[in-house]
């Protein structure tokens, strides 16, 4: 919550957890993002991780013929983590973080690519744009909806269903085994 009002932003993060509910994520925003002025060290955030998710129809519904009480959802799996925001200035933990950040989506690539493969000044100019974060957290939630309310023959067919229409919609159809 900013002065002036909820903000949603889209930022890359890395997790480091210590427990079921504590630990850190870093991360990083434009230095052009107003966030970083907007909000007090120690302001409460929240962060939203969204995992598969998609459309159930009523008709793949086997008990549809059998009774009609079905209607239209949505399946799906999300982590929302609590916390307070810090903002960091410094250059050796931006270095440090895009590092990271970098080493973990480069990995397994074959023409993989790191900071250190850019001039430089570049990369302190790139630095000296964003301005780091971390999120101590003080409580992680799953959500999860995957017609586990459904009989099996029900989530049998939404799996099926979702299987056959594709879209990396196997991923939710693992989410209403039978």
Not at 46 to 66: C, E, I, K, M, N
Not at 90 to 98: F, G, I, K, S, T
């Amino acid at each position: 919550m900013t002065p002036q009002g909820l903000s949603a932003h889209h930022l890359p993060l890395r997790a480091q957890l210590s427990g079921p509910d504590s630990g850190v994520l870093r991360g990083h925003i434009a230095r052009a993002n107003t966030l970083w002025r907007e909000l007090a060290d120690g302001t409460p955030v929240l962060a939203v991780f969204t995992g598969p998710d998609a459309y159930v129809s009523p008709a793949w519904y086997p008990s549809r013929a059998q009774h009609g009480k079905v209607v239209p959802t949505w399946n799906y799996a999300a982590v929302h983590v609590d916390g307070a925001i810090r903002f960091i200035h410094e250059a050796a933990w931006l270095r440090q973080l895009v590092t990271e950040l970098t080493d973990t989506y480069e990995e397994g690539r074959a023409d993989r690519w790191r900071v250190s493969d850019a001039p430089a000044a570049y990369i302190e100019s790139m630095l000296a744009a964003i301005v780091g974060f971390e999120v101590t957290i003080t409580r992680i939630v799953g959500k999860f909806k995957g017609s586990q309310n459904r009989p099996p023959a029900d989530r049998a067919a939404v799996a099926a269903a979702l299987r056959e229409e594709g879209r990396d919609a196997d991923e939710v159809a693992q989410l209403a085994p039978p």
